[in-house]
């Protein structure tokens, strides 16, 4: 049975694979970044045509942090690849750097960054090289990190004026999992609305497939509205999408940004595992056109007695 035989029997089995990881890789700044973008890529031991996931972390994270998430999709057939944008902890820039107002600006660029460099980052990992599949592309993110991938799937960002400014999607993108993705701008908190201005979405363009996790129980410090905020990215975009709305759920979604993080206040490793299925199944589904373990998993939540969440698509 040869490697990528043997990779893809793993994945239909929903059996784990090897995984190979490299950190940290560099790509040069560029743009007034002022900082070399540190990414981490990790991928499945054997196999050949894989795709790709860029992963864009929440505030203050880092290219280390989401194993639950990152380590997961790696064994079951993709390439997962994490940058560390500038709010990163581990950067440690003051909030009074001129770059600050601009971050939000400079973590999309490292995302089409990533994608311009793939062929870079692909020769840079012992064992890869010609095993990637660059036309199966997906973006990932949670909270601030989903806004940013958002804009890569076509949401936009409204100006003053509210009309919607730059397009920024990228059709090299194929699919998206949106995890905590925040909702619409109008009812921003005062401390929200002046010193974050790019929550201001439009999602009436963003029309590449998705998948969108929200809690039930995420109650936002930046919104005046309750949970109901997080569904916004599901009702106004265009279809095709998914929403997966996770019961007793709070912002880290069970703890998806690590193991025993301390930000993690709604602690359920069944929740997080739920999501590392219907993510998986969902990447699969669109990126590789198989769709059985998506169906079979849709089922499955819908039969469930005491289901963690729901699921509904359009």
């Not at 970044?33 to 990414?39: A, F, K, V």
């Not at 001129?98 to 999309?108: D, K, L, Q, S, Y």
């Not at 400014?165 to 619409?184: F, I």
């Given at each position: 049975?040869?490697?990528?035989?043997t990779?893809?029997?793993?994945?239909i089995?929903?059996?784990p694979?090897?995984?190979?990881?490299?950190?940290?890789?560099?790509?040069?700044a560029?743009?007034?970044r002022?900082?070399d973008?540190?990414?981490r890529?990790?991928a499945p031991a054997?196999?050949?045509?894989?795709?790709?996931?860029?992963?864009?972390?929440?505030?203050?994270?880092?290219?280390?942090?989401?194993?639950?998430?990152?380590d997961h999709?790696?064994?079951h057939g993709?390439?997962?690849i994490?940058?560390?944008?500038?709010?990163?902890?581990?950067l440690?820039?003051?909030?009074?750097?001129?770059?600050?107002?601009a971050i939000?600006?400079?973590?999309?660029?490292?995302?089409?960054?990533?994608?311009?460099?793939?062929?870079?980052?692909?020769?840079?990992?012992?064992?890869?090289?010609?095993?990637?599949?660059?036309?199966?592309?997906?973006?990932?993110?949670?909270?601030?990190?989903?806004?940013?991938?958002?804009?890569l799937?076509?949401?936009?960002?409204?100006?003053?004026?509210?009309?919607?400014?730059?397009?920024?999607?990228?059709?090299?993108?194929?699919?998206?999992?949106?995890?905590?993705?925040?909702?619409?701008?109008?009812?921003?908190?005062p401390?929200?609305?002046?010193h974050?201005?790019?929550?201001?979405?439009?999602?009436d363009?963003m029309t590449?497939?998705?998948?969108?996790?929200?809690?039930?129980?995420?109650?936002?410090?930046?919104s005046?509205?309750g949970?109901?905020w997080?569904?916004?990215?599901?009702?106004?975009?265009?279809?095709?999408?998914?929403?997966?709305?996770?019961?007793?759920?709070?912002?880290?979604?069970?703890?998806?940004?690590?193991?025993?993080?301390?930000?993690?206040?709604?602690?359920?490793?069944?929740r997080?595992?739920?999501?590392?299925?219907?993510t998986?199944a969902?990447?699969?589904?669109v990126?590789?056109?198989?769709?059985?373990?998506?169906?079979?998993?849709?089922?499955?939540?819908?039969?469930?007695?005491?289901p963690?969440?729901?699921?509904?698509s359009?």
């Amino acid at each position: 049975m040869s490697d990528s035989t043997t990779a893809h029997a793993h994945k239909i089995a929903n059996v784990p694979g090897k995984v190979i990881s490299a950190m940290p890789l560099v790509l040069p700044a560029s743009g007034g970044r002022g900082e070399d973008l540190q990414i981490r890529v990790s991928a499945p031991a054997t196999g050949g045509d894989l795709p790709v996931i860029v992963f864009s972390h929440g505030f203050g994270g880092s290219m280390s942090g989401y194993a639950p998430l990152a380590d997961h999709w790696a064994a079951h057939g993709f390439v997962v690849i994490q940058p560390t944008h500038l709010d990163s902890r581990t950067l440690n820039i003051p909030a009074e750097d001129p770059r600050t107002p601009a971050i939000w600006r400079f973590r999309i660029e490292d995302i089409t960054r990533v994608l311009d460099g793939l062929d870079v980052l692909e020769a840079s990992v012992p064992g890869l090289a010609g095993r990637v599949d660059h036309d199966r592309i997906a973006v990932a993110g949670h909270s601030w990190g989903a806004q940013t991938t958002s804009t890569l799937l076509g949401a936009r960002v409204l100006d003053s004026d509210g009309k919607p400014g730059e397009d920024m999607s990228d059709a090299r993108v194929k699919a998206g999992v949106l995890l905590a993705l925040t909702g619409l701008g109008d009812e921003l908190t005062p401390f929200a609305a002046e010193h974050f201005p790019f929550m201001k979405p439009s999602f009436d363009t963003m029309t590449t497939p998705a998948l969108i996790v929200a809690g039930d129980k995420d109650q936002s410090q930046l919104s005046t509205r309750g949970p109901d905020w997080f569904i916004d990215p599901y009702i106004y975009s265009p279809a095709p999408k998914s929403l997966l709305t996770l019961f007793e759920a709070e912002h880290s979604l069970g703890g998806i940004t690590g193991y025993q993080v301390t930000e993690t206040t709604d602690e359920s490793p069944e929740r997080v595992a739920l999501i590392q299925h219907l993510t998986t199944a969902f990447l699969h589904s669109v990126l590789r056109g198989e769709d059985a373990d998506w169906k079979a998993a849709v089922k499955a939540l819908e039969e469930d007695a005491n289901p963690m969440g729901t699921l509904q698509s359009k």
